[in-house]
C-alpha cells in the first residue's frame, strides 16, 4: 500500500491522445458519414492504435491545412491519402508506404480531344490545394501550356470539370476512379498514372517517432494477419 494508487492516477491522467489529420472529404480513404467518419485511412488508423495500445483523436481538415497544421504542433500524426514525397520528407517522416495511388487526368465524358497529358496545351486544369497534383500541375504549367486553378477540396475540383468550367483536374487514381464508381459524375480518366505517389502516414520531422514506431509496427502487424487487406476491401471490393 505504499504509492501504488498515486502511481495508477498519474498514469491514468497522463495518457497522450494523438491528435490524427484527416482529410474532410476524400473518399474511400476518408469521409464523413452522417455523424462518423468512414474510410480506409479511418479504419487503418483506428486498428494500429488498437493493435499497438494508443488512443487517437481524428481531425479533418482541408488536406492543404494538415502539414502547416502540423508544424504549428496542433497535430501529431497525418493519414489523409498523403503521397510521399522528397519535398515533404524535409518536413515530417513518413511510415513505410500503405497504399499505391498515382496521379491521372480527368476530363469530361464526353470530351474526345484530350486523350492524355499532352493534349492539355492552352487547356484550364483544376487541381486540389496542397497536393501532389497540385504541384505537378504548377511544375509542369509551362510546359504543357496549361492554366491553373487551385480547390479547397476533391468534389470541388470534380464539380470544376463537370459543369465545363475547367477542361481537366489531376487527381489521384484510386480516389477518382471510386468517386466514377459510385455515381455517376459525368467524367472519365483518360491516359496513363503520371507517377507513382505511395501513401504514407506521417508525423512532424523529428517528433513522435515513439508512435512512428508503433504506426510501422502495426501496419505490419495488420499485413499479417489480414485486417489490412480487410479493410481496403470492405471499400473497394475484390
Ligand atoms: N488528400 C489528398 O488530396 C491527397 C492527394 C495526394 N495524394 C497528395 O498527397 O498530395
Known amino acids: 500500500a505504499c504509492g501504488s494508487k498515486e502511481t495508477t492516477g498519474e498514469k491514468a491522467g497522463s495518457e497522450k491522445v494523438y491528435k490524427v489529420g484527416v482529410d474532410t472529404?476524400?473518399?474511400?480513404?476518408?469521409?464523413?458519414?452522417?455523424?462518423?467518419?468512414?474510410?480506409?485511412d479511418i479504419d487503418l488508423i483506428n486498428a494500429i492504435a488498437k493493435n499497438q495500445g494508443f488512443k487517437i483523436e481524428l481531425n479533418p481538415m482541408d488536406f492543404?491545412?494538415?502539414?502547416?497544421?502540423?508544424?504549428?504542433?496542433?497535430?501529431d500524426v497525418a493519414i489523409a491519402g498523403m503521397s510521399i514525397t522528397d519535398e515533404r520528407k524535409k518536413v515530417v517522416d513518413f511510415s513505410t508506404p500503405y497504399f499505391d495511388a498515382g496521379l491521372t487526368v480527368v476530363v469530361k465524358k464526353d470530351n474526345s480531344n484530350i486523350k492524355s497529358v499532352d493534349?492539355?496545351?492552352?487547356?484550364?486544369?483544376a487541381v486540389k490545394k496542397?497536393?501532389?497534383?497540385?504541384?505537378?500541375?504548377q511544375d509542369n504549367a509551362s510546359k504543357l501550356g496549361i492554366n491553373v486553378v487551385q480547390f479547397n477540396d476533391s468534389p470541388a475540383m470534380f464539380q470544376e470539370v463537370s459543369n465545363g468550367?475547367?477542361?481537366?483536374?489531376?487527381?489521384?487514381?484510386?480516389?477518382?476512379?471510386?468517386?466514377?464508381?459510385?455515381?455517376?459524375?459525368g467524367l472519365k480518366i483518360v491516359g496513363d498514372r503520371l507517377n507513382g505517389d505511395q501513401y504514407g502516414i506521417a508525423v512532424l520531422k523529428g517528433q513522435n517517432q515513439d508512435v512512428l514506431k508503433k504506426i510501422n509496427k502495426g501496419l505490419a502487424e495488420l499485413k499479417k494477419d489480414g485486417t489490412y487487406d480487410k479493410?481496403?476491401?470492405s471499400y473497394l471490393g475484390e
Do not use: C, H, R, W
Open 130 to 137: 496542397g497536393t501532389t497534383g497540385a504541384k505537378f500541375a
Open 64 to 75: 492543404g491545412g494538415i502539414i502547416p497544421a502540423m508544424q504549428a504542433n496542433q497535430l
Open 119 to 125: 493534349d492539355l496545351k492552352g487547356k484550364t486544369v
Open 25 to 40: 472529404t476524400y473518399p474511400p480513404f476518408e469521409y464523413k458519414d452522417g455523424n462518423e467518419y468512414k474510410g480506409i
Open 165 to 185: 468550367n475547367a477542361d481537366a483536374l489531376i487527381e489521384d487514381y484510386p480516389v477518382i476512379s471510386y468517386a466514377i464508381a459510385q455515381k455517376d459524375l
Open 231 to 233: 479493410i481496403v476491401k
